[in-house]
């Protein structure tokens, strides 16, 4: 025989199997085909809408600020270092406003956060500078030419006036 015969006697064999029939139990048995007792699933509901993206343009006239306000986010210091007893050579000042600390007392300065630098003359020098209000603290080094660690000093930034 043909396979496609062999496939077509195969599947009506297993339609006519598995079709037909009615319900049970005292219903009408007259015969005839299927009367339509396959349960159709309940359709899925639609997916609700994604919210609506309202956009809201402001302006500078929606801003309510008082005349009296003075928001200055950055400060201006001027640091006056005098290192003359301690530096006796050529030296070079830098002021940064992050650093590390290992926990031993040397503190690691974040070089991208460097805000001035200045060489020293006779170990004296003032440096004019601005930072953010934030920053509570700054790291002052000064570095001479002879190949030692530089020197030090945490300076406060609670008054405008800073000495080294």
Not at 41 to 60: F, G, L
Not at 69 to 95: H, N, Q
Request: glycine letters at 12%.
């Amino acid at each position: 025989m043909n396979i496609k015969y062999i496939a077509l006697l195969i599947t009506l064999g297993t339609l006519s199997a598995c079709g037909g029939g009615g319900g049970g139990g005292g219903g009408d048995s007259s015969g005839g085909g299927s009367t339509g007792n396959t349960t159709d699933a309940a359709p899925e509901p639609a997916p609700a809408p994604p919210p609506a993206t309202v956009s809201v343009t402001r302006t500078m006239d929606d801003l309510s600020i008082p005349d009296t306000l003075d928001y200055k986010p950055i400060e201006d210091y001027s640091l006056d270092i005098d290192a003359s007893s301690d530096v006796t050579g050529r030296a070079f000042a830098s002021v940064y406003t992050e650093y590390e600390d290992d926990g031993s007392g040397v503190l690691t300065p974040v070089y991208d956060s460097k805000i001035a630098s200045t060489s020293l003359s006779n170990g004296s020098a003032q440096i004019d500078f601005s930072a953010a209000e934030h920053v509570d603290a700054f790291l002052v080094e000064i570095w001479t030419y002879d190949g030692n660690p530089p020197a030090q000093k945490l300076v406060s930034a609670s008054s405008s006036n800073l000495a080294w």
